[in-house]
């Protein structure tokens, strides 16, 4: 067939007894942007890494230009012109960007000069992109670090692009600024693979769009003759409901007050700067900003896991501040943070999810030994609460995908019975079904009068389901808003901090409530 | 004595029995560069001391001794990749295992010698003559310090110039930056296409092949004396900890051997010094010798906790996948 920059045909990997690719198909033409559509765990990523010469294909058939490759390493798939940029960046960190690019570069000399710095700059202007090539990775902000991603495979020639979630961690503008860059490099003839959740993403930028499910090739459809709908449907394989609910409930009075925050990071420079907020019991605040900008210090200052400079907290007219985690904890305060790799906090991974609900429970038990029977109850019926989707309640945590240990550490937390939950990105990289499984979750516990605060990092989701937002930027509250009131370009440039509407109304300054606690302690005193 | 020579022979023992640390250390870096943590430092020097002294001893040449003593070093390292790369071992437990391999084979091979048979330096007058101090022209002329520093064998100056050059190597070619991304990121040097096994291949064994050196120094320094304690007695440990101290700078683990061979060498020199100068030094002599002993290991906890507190983003020169096996396909 004419005109497809690759082919493969009835690919099939299998690790150990777990077929992550069977028998599957997919094409892309030069010149056109392919969406890549699948659940978590529906091997897209695996697919891709065949391409990329990461993995090597059990069976099945790879065409480049119409001509049978076989692609050994990621070297081989550097000569056939494939570029991946993958979901985790894979550059050096102590380099520049440079040197990230020139150690790929063959024929570069023996000695290094100075020079490399001027090429790398010629050619990164050559291809339209702004970026200083002295600059040392860990200086760089990760719309930074994709773009470098993207300029060292243009670098190497490459004529075939993967991009692994490129838009996960960018905010609304930088995903703008991306997607012209797509469309540039698809208009030279480039032909590019994109993998996305978003599903308003996929209609946006791609021309055809490839769905996969449960590692198996569903079809390939024309964008334009298609539906966010009729997509989700083929990716689930059942129908479901695309709308996030935001029930209506009774507020108390705050249950968590925060006035005045100032918090340092771990380099000890301000992470959170004078930052005042409250959640009412029934509400969900959610909080919006650029990755970094404090919100793990925030959540972490709150659950007493990080000393604070200043300012006050208070739960229920008590001051929290200063008090071990364990009080915190058993005030009712929760916190679950999943961060970017989503096993570094809250769950031993080598344990099993018995075990790691007993981490939060063991101090009930009576007897020195553990109370490994009631582990395992709780274990069952989070599993069957949320449709945790594993072997047994004795797999440990890492064996399982993605979406299913999100679900158990939530499930954990709420199994405590807490009145205040602190979630910092609950579905980052979850898929749809998995992220509205969450959803409700939440839902469901502010309708039992909980105050949540989410952390998160898709703006649609946080304007349907948060009732207000408070936006962050470099530590800096920026102002809150009504979820439903505002828009997400509103939201965008508050993040970048080109708009501040932190004293928008004078008289009502933002992040303080009318019928706060403070109030007592002060008349107390007075 | 006079008592300026009492200087100029402290000074000059510091660099002559401190210099098979730098060998240690740097082909310690060489490795640990490549994102391996090779702990078996101590067995390769002592393989390579071994081999390298009685091939030097029977062929009677300094030369082959050398090339004996970094081949079996190189060897030792080759043993050590085929663990961890390719079967990917775990690096520590491999590492350790190498020393007390490492060690076997030197008692094995020491004892069986032992004897009526043993070569000795005195029969082989080419290595004995090959390892005697060379004097550098004018620099040597300097009072003092001239003897002390620039009067040494040759193999001195080649630690000296092995740790420079692969100075130059890791800091300034594209090899070296091919190198320095595998120990940082094998994952990223993989995915432009540089050959991660190869290159760890490849400088496993260099590094270890300038231990195997260190070791044959050693040997020589104790002019091939075989009996119950290893030659090269802890110096391999004592390595492991000075490429922390160099930061996993070649030059700079100079400057750390220097650093450290100082304390070192009061050991052996602290008496001679305070009968010199009984006014000032006096009072090394009435440190317990029991001290003196404990001083290496001392100081090398005292460095460990400096460099630790020293660490700041960026100017560490340690490689961030050290002791980690790269493996392709990993999920």
């Given at each position: ?120 700059k ?60 797509l ?18 993403e ?92 404090g ?18 907290m ?30 570094g906090m ?11 609900m ?61 009145n ?47 009732d ?39 008289d ?19 | ?50 081999f ?27 043993l ?13 437990i ?71 050059a ?119 002599d ?6 003196y002993?404990a ?37």
């Amino acid at each position: 067939m004419a005109g497809y920059a690759i082919e493969m045909h009835g690919i099939t990997k299998t690790f150990g007894s777990v077929v992550a690719n069977k028998g599957v198909d997919l094409n892309v033409k030069s010149g056109e942007i392919l969406a890549l559509l699948g659940e978590n765990g529906s091997g897209k990523t695996t697919l891709m890494n065949m391409l990329s010469g990461i993995y090597k294909p059990d069976s099945g058939s790879i065409y480049i230009n119409g001509e049978a490759v076989s692609i050994d390493s990621p070297e081989d798939a550097k000569r056939l012109g494939i570029g991946m940029v993958h979901q985790h960046f894979k550059l050096v960190d102590v380099f520049s960007a440079a040197d990230n690019i020139w150690m790929g570069k063959e024929k570069s000399g023996l000695v290094l000069k100075k020079k490399r710095y001027d090429e790398i700059k010629d050619i990164t202007k050559r291809f339209g992109f702004d970026l200083d090539p002295t600059k040392k990775v860990y200086n760089m902000s990760v719309s930074e670090k994709q773009t470098l991603e993207i300029v060292k495979v243009l670098y190497y020639g490459a004529k075939i692009i993967i991009l692994d979630e490129p838009t996960a961690v960018l905010t609304v503008q930088e995903i703008e600024k991306l997607f012209n860059v797509l469309r540039a490099m698809k208009a030279e003839g480039h032909a590019i693979i994109i993998i996305t959740h978003k599903l308003n993403e996929v209609m946006e930028i791609s021309d055809r769009v490839a769905i996969m499910r449960k590692g198996e090739y569903i079809t390939t459809v024309n964008t334009s003759e298609t539906s966010e709908q009729a997509l989700t449907e083929w990716m689930v394989g059942h129908k479901v409901n695309l709308n996030i609910d935001r029930p209506v409930v009774e507020k108390t009075r705050p249950l968590l007050e925060v006035r005045n925050l100032t918090i340092n990071n771990d380099e000890g420079a301000t992470a959170i700067d004078n930052v005042s907020f409250y959640i009412r019991g029934g509400e969900i605040l959610g909080v919006a900003g650029i990755a970094g900008c404090g919100q793990k210090e925030l959540c972490e200052a709150i659950a007493g896991l990080r000393p604070i400079v200043s300012g006050q907290m208070i739960h229920k007219g008590d001051n929290i501040v200063g008090l071990p985690p364990k009080t915190i904890l058993e005030k009712g305060i929760s916190m679950s943070f999943i961060p970017e790799d989503r096993l570094g906090m809250g769950l031993a991974p080598s344990m099993s999810i018995t075990d790691n609900m007993l981490l939060k429970n063991y101090r009930m038990g009576k007897s020195p030994l553990i109370d490994r029977k009631r582990g395992r109850k709780d274990a069952l019926q989070v599993i069957e609460d949320l449709s945790v989707v594993t072997p047994s309640t004795e797999t440990p945590v890492r064996r399982l995908s993605g979406g299913n240990v999100q679900k158990v550490l939530l499930g954990r937390e709420i199994k405590a019975g807490p009145n205040v939950i602190i979630t910092a990105y609950p579905v980052r990289g979850l898929d749809i079904n998995s992220s509205y499984t969450i959803y409700n979750i939440l839902n469901k516990q502010k309708l039992d009068g909980v105050g949540v605060l989410f952390v998160g990092e898709d703006l649609d989701v946080m304007m349907a389901l948060c009732d207000k937002i408070l936006v962050l930027c470099h530590g800096k509250v920026m102002g809150v808003v009504h979820a439903h009131k505002t828009t997400k370009e509103e939201l965008g440039l508050m993040m970048t901090g080109s708009l501040d509407l932190s004293e928008k109304y004078a008289d009502k300054p933002a992040g303080l409530a009318k019928d706060t606690f403070f109030e007592d302690e002060n008349k107390k005193e007075g | 004595m006079d008592k300026l020579g009492v200087i100029t022979a402290f000074i000059h023992s510091i660099v002559a029995i401190n210099i098979p640390l730098l060998y240690g250390t740097v082909g310690e870096i060489v490795v640990e560069k490549s994102g391996s943590l090779n702990l078996g430092v101590e067995g390769t020097m002592a393989v390579g001391a071994i081999f390298g002294y009685i091939c030097g001893c029977l062929a009677n040449s300094l030369g082959v001794g050398i090339l004996a003593a970094f081949l079996t070093g190189a060897l030792c390292g080759l043993l050590f990749a085929l663990l961890t790369v390719t079967l990917q071992a775990n690096q520590n437990i491999t590492g350790l295992t190498l020393t007390t391999f490492g060690l076997g084979i030197y008692f094995f091979v020491g004892n069986s010698l032992k004897g009526p048979d043993w070569p000795t330096l005195n029969n082989a007058v080419n290595v004995k003559n090959g390892f005697a101090d060379l004097s550098i022209p004018l620099l040597s002329k300097i009072p003092v310090i001239g003897k002390g520093l620039f009067s040494h064998n040759i193999l001195v100056y080649l630690g000296i110039i092995i740790a420079v050059a692969l100075w130059w190597y890791l800091k300034h070619t594209t090899l070296g930056l091919k190198l320095r991304s595998v120990g940082e990121n094998p994952a990223a040097a993989d995915s432009v296409g540089i050959n991660v096994k190869l290159m760890k291949y490849v400088h496993i064994c260099l590094g270890s092949g300038i231990m195997g050196l260190g070791g044959y120094y050693m040997a020589l320094l104790m002019s091939g004396s075989f009996n119950s304690a290893c030659w090269i007695n802890g110096y391999g440990w004592i390595a492991v900890a000075l490429v922390i101290f160099a930061n996993w700078n070649p030059s700079l683990a100079i400057a750390g051997t220097f650093v450290f061979g100082f304390f070192n060498t009061l050991r052996v020199s602290g008496s001679s010094l305070a009968k010199a100068f009984p006014a000032l030094l006096g009072w090394l002599d009435k440190i317990p010798v029991q001290l003196y002993q404990a001083l290496p290991f001392i100081i090398t906890a005292i460095v460990l906790v400096v460099t630790s507190i020293r660490n700041k983003r960026g100017s560490s020169g340690l490689p961030a996948a050290l002791g980690t096996n790269y493996y392709r396909e990993d999920r």
